[in-house]
């Protein structure tokens, strides 16, 4: 019998079949030859919210969600976020190594010769109510760029996939940067390309009238590591929405733009904000225990927010740089109150008998909302600034579905579950009660 198959007995007609395992995978279109008649549509996976499904063969980022390991490109995170560069990394993930001097140059170049954006677009984010959230200014303005760059429709050419990629990710600080200064009814500050990625997108927000913002090296530097931290995580709720809605062959700002939407959310990268709005909702450290309590089997909805995730069942490897960056920070902008009542949760939830059985840890989001609070930002702005340097992972994970021959357009199958056919009734025939 050959290895690495699968064979598979249907009891309804007693055929057997041998179906290929392939990188501990089954291709689950080959289940269609398994089938009781010749009309038979044969069997299919039924996997609602993909919790055992690969979608795709990805040579970008690793995670061992087990042991806690995430690499990019085979580099492993805790390296990257202590020796390299956001910017670095953002090369690393897009070319599949890391760059020499002169390519590094080259690319910093390139990314400072995108920076700003068309004078409409200010006009265009004028136009959102004053406490719009930044996170739905950011994924309409980004879905609007498409329209500013209408040579993004050739996805197929190399060049202009690139050049649309750089401007992706030269120009999110910028429109992030707007959405702050929008909400804050501040007037709108353009970049300054002699200032680093990170120095720059903090100047834009930071700025006032024309004094020049002096951005402290050492928060410039915690803002590059979490950027690094959250470049690429794989298959991801919003990475994967970016690869279906690019699978259409759409521009790759519509995809990004999807991609923001499902970042926003509070289940993904909408759970920083979540967790500071937590915070000082529990209030004081003594309440702790009780808010415990309260989230276990999810009473009313509720989650100890920060906490669980699809692929780590041990220590978010990012939630422990995070962890030094914030004690860095602290010393700079002193303590974040709610850094004990943050440190009291994990203390509880990971002697849980709840917790330990599901095996529910700190992830990305637990800590990083109280970097970005000491550092002066608003809630609402925790989510867009995952979204920044996500972006990169977003436009790497998208080239690669663009020019991966396996790939199609993503299109489910559903298990049909509503009313057999049946006739049309007429409004004076229908109940009336
Ligand atoms: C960048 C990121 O996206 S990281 C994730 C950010 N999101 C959050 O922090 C929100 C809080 N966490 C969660 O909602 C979830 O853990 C998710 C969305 C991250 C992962 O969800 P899933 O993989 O679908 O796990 P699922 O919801 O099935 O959880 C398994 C069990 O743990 C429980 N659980 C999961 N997370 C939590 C939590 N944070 N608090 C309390 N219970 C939880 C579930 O109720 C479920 O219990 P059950 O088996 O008794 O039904
Ligand atoms: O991988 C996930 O499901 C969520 C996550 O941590 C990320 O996107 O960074």
């Given at each position: 019998?050959?290895?690495?198959?699968?064979?598979?007995?249907?009891n309804?007609?007693?055929?057997?079949?041998?179906?290929?395992?392939?990188?501990?995978?089954?291709?689950?279109?080959?289940?269609?030859?398994?089938?009781?008649?010749?009309?038979d549509?044969?069997?299919?996976g039924?996997?609602?919210?993909?919790?055992?499904?690969?979608?795709?063969?990805?040579?970008?980022?690793?995670?061992?969600g087990?042991?806690?390991?995430?690499?990019?490109?085979?580099?492993?995170?805790?390296?990257?976020?202590?020796?390299?560069?956001f910017?670095?990394?953002?090369?690393?993930?897009?070319?599949?190594?890391?760059?020499?001097?002169?390519?590094?140059?080259?690319f910093k170049?390139?990314?400072?010769?995108?920076?700003?954006?068309?004078?409409?677009?200010?006009t265009?984010?004028?136009?959102?109510?004053?406490?719009?959230?930044?996170?739905?200014m950011?994924?309409?303005?980004?879905?609007?760029?498409?329209?500013?760059?209408?040579?993004?429709?050739?996805?197929?050419?190399?060049?202009?996939?690139?050049?649309?990629?750089?401007?992706?990710?030269?120009k999110?600080?910028t429109?992030?940067?707007?959405?702050?200064?929008?909400?804050?009814?501040?007037p709108?500050?353009?970049?300054?390309?002699?200032?680093?990625?990170?120095?720059?997108?903090?100047?834009?927000?930071?700025?006032?009238?024309?004094?020049?913002?002096?951005?402290?090296?050492t928060?410039?530097?915690?803002?590059?590591?979490?950027?690094?931290?959250?470049?690429?995580?794989?298959?991801?709720?919003?990475?994967t929405?970016?690869?279906?809605?690019?699978?259409?062959?759409v521009?790759?700002?519509?995809?990004?733009?999807?991609?923001?939407?499902?970042?926003?959310?509070?289940?993904?990268?909408?759970?920083?904000?979540?967790?500071?709005?937590?915070?000082?909702?529990?209030?004081?450290?003594?309440?702790?225990?009780?808010?415990?309590k309260s989230?276990?089997?999810?009473e009313?909805?509720?989650?100890?927010?920060?906490?669980?995730?699809?692929?780590?069942?041990?220590?978010?490897?990012?939630?422990?740089?995070?962890?030094?960056?914030?004690d860095?920070?602290?010393?700079?902008?002193?303590?974040?109150?709610?850094l004990?009542?943050?440190?009291?949760?994990?203390?509880i939830?990971?002697?849980?008998?709840?917790?330990?059985?599901?095996?529910?840890?700190p992830?990305?989001?637990?800590?990083?909302?109280?970097i970005?609070e000491?550092?002066?930002?608003?809630?609402?702005?925790?989510?867009?600034?995952?979204?920044?340097?996500?972006?990169?992972?977003?436009?790497?994970?998208?080239?690669?579905?663009?020019?991966?021959?396996?790939?199609?357009?993503?299109?489910?199958?559903?298990?049909?579950?509503?009313?057999k056919?049946?006739?049309y009734?007429?409004?004076?025939?229908?109940?009336?009660?």
């Open positions: 019998m050959p290895k690495d198959t699968l064979t598979i007995t249907d309804r007609t007693g055929k057997t079949y041998e179906v290929p395992i392939e990188n501990g995978c089954i291709r689950t279109n080959g289940l269609r030859q398994i089938k009781v008649s010749e009309d549509f044969g069997l299919m039924y996997d609602p919210a993909f919790l055992n499904t690969a979608n795709c063969k990805s040579a970008i980022t690793f995670i061992d087990d042991k806690g390991i995430l690499e990019y490109r085979g580099y492993p995170i805790e390296q990257l976020a202590e020796r390299s560069s910017l670095e990394v953002a090369y690393l993930l897009l070319n599949g190594e890391l760059p020499n001097e002169k390519q590094i140059d080259e170049y390139l990314v400072t010769h995108h920076t700003y954006v068309h004078e409409n677009i200010k265009f984010m004028d136009g959102f109510r004053y406490d719009a959230h930044p996170m739905s950011l994924s309409s303005t980004v879905a609007a760029l498409s329209g500013f760059y209408p040579d993004a429709k050739h996805t197929k050419d190399e060049r202009s996939r690139r050049i649309q990629m750089t401007r992706l990710i030269a999110m600080p429109l992030a940067a707007f959405s702050y200064r929008h909400s804050m009814g501040l709108y500050v353009y970049p300054d390309n002699d200032l680093s990625y990170v120095g720059n997108f903090l100047a834009m927000v930071r700025k006032i009238g024309t004094t020049t913002y002096k951005v402290h090296p928060l410039e530097k915690a803002l590059d590591v979490l950027f690094i931290l959250h470049a690429d995580h794989e298959q991801n709720c919003s990475t929405s970016v690869r279906t809605v690019g699978s259409s062959e521009d790759p700002f519509s995809a990004v733009a999807s991609g923001i939407a499902a970042l926003y959310g509070p289940l993904h990268g909408g759970a920083n904000e979540a967790v500071l709005r937590m915070l000082r909702e529990i209030g004081h450290v003594s309440k702790v225990p009780e808010f415990i989230v276990k089997g999810g009313g909805g509720s989650k100890l927010m920060g906490f669980g995730h699809r692929v780590y069942k041990s220590y978010d490897p990012r939630a422990k740089v995070i962890k030094r960056v914030a860095e920070v602290f010393e700079i902008t002193g303590k974040n109150p709610l004990e009542i943050a440190v009291e949760l994990e203390r939830a990971l002697q849980d008998e709840y917790f330990v059985k599901r095996k529910l840890y992830n990305v989001d637990f800590y990083s909302g109280l970005y000491a550092m002066g930002f608003p809630v609402e702005m925790f989510p867009v600034l995952f979204a920044i340097p996500r972006t990169v992972g977003w436009v790497t994970q998208w080239e690669e579905m663009v020019k991966d021959s396996e790939q199609k357009i993503a299109r489910p199958r559903q298990i049909y579950t509503g009313s056919r049946r006739d009734v007429p409004m004076s025939e229908r109940s009336q009660k």
